[in-house]
């Protein structure tokens, strides 16, 4: 069965520091996608970034950049400079066999000022 | 922009009625799926639409059913609503599955209170 596993239910930094968010899964596939979504209070889910397993290179999308570590299955992500507007809930999902999204419980991050 | 649509944000029902949540999103995309978002328990597939008629069951399709017969449109049906159903309600469409996208877009999410 695919998994996806988050450790951390919530956590909180000051603004400007940097977080990682933990993200660790399974799966028997080779080729498949991992990706961290966001949801602010109230507003809509986003996509944040993605990871192709059959890259190397970390993906990075400005503030944000994951640390993908395949033979671990481990997927975390990096904020780096962190404001207020973070604040969110953050899911790491997996794509599975069948090219639905298997979902993490989420993890609450607060970003105080 | 793609934009999902979600018939409302916030709905009270009473036990045994029949409830309808209405997804509308204008990109013309072909996969449509529902969800339900509960704490601790991330976001889990109820239904899902690869075209106009077609549905596929997903992890816990009980006591819910489901319509699509426009493109635009996908409808999550209580049949007879319980207080275990009270829950977040999420739609999302993406394009046709390319192993490039995985995408998906969401609407605002409607919470249901099953009283």
């Known amino acids: 069965a695919q998994t996806v596993t988050q450790s951390q239910p919530e956590m909180s930094v000051q603004e400007a520091e940097t977080v990682t968010l933990s993200c660790t899964y399974d799966t028997s596939e080779n080729n498949y996608y991992l990706f961290w979504y966001k949801q602010p209070p109230s507003r809509q889910m986003i996509l944040v970034i993605r990871q192709e397993a059959y890259k190397q290179q970390n993906a990075t999308e400005n503030r944000f950049s994951v640390n993908f570590q395949k033979a671990a299955k481990s997927f975390s992500l990096k904020i780096s400079d962190s404001q207020l507007g973070d604040t969110a809930m953050y899911f790491c999902a997996l794509e599975g066999s069948n090219y639905q999204l298997i979902w993490g419980a989420g993890t609450k991050l607060i970003i105080k000022p | 922009d793609v934009k999902v649509t979600q018939s409302s944000r916030y709905l009270v029902k009473r036990t045994g009625e029949k409830v309808f949540l209405e997804c509308v999103q204008d990109?013309?995309?072909?996969?449509m799926f529902w969800y339900r978002q509960d704490p601790g328990l991330g976001l889990r597939l109820i239904y899902f639409s690869y075209d106009v008629k077609m549905k596929e069951k997903g992890d816990i399709p009980e006591g819910y059913s489901v319509s699509r017969e426009k493109k635009e449109r996908f409808s999550l049906i209580l049949e007879s609503a319980s207080t275990n159903q009270t829950s977040m309600y999420l739609c999302?469409?993406?394009?046709?599955?390319?192993?490039?996208?995985?995408?998906?877009?969401f609407g605002p999410g409607t919470r249901l209170t099953v009283l």
């Open positions: 990109m013309d995309h072909e996969n």
């Open positions: 999302a469409s993406s394009p046709p599955r390319g192993r490039a996208l995985g995408e998906q877009f």
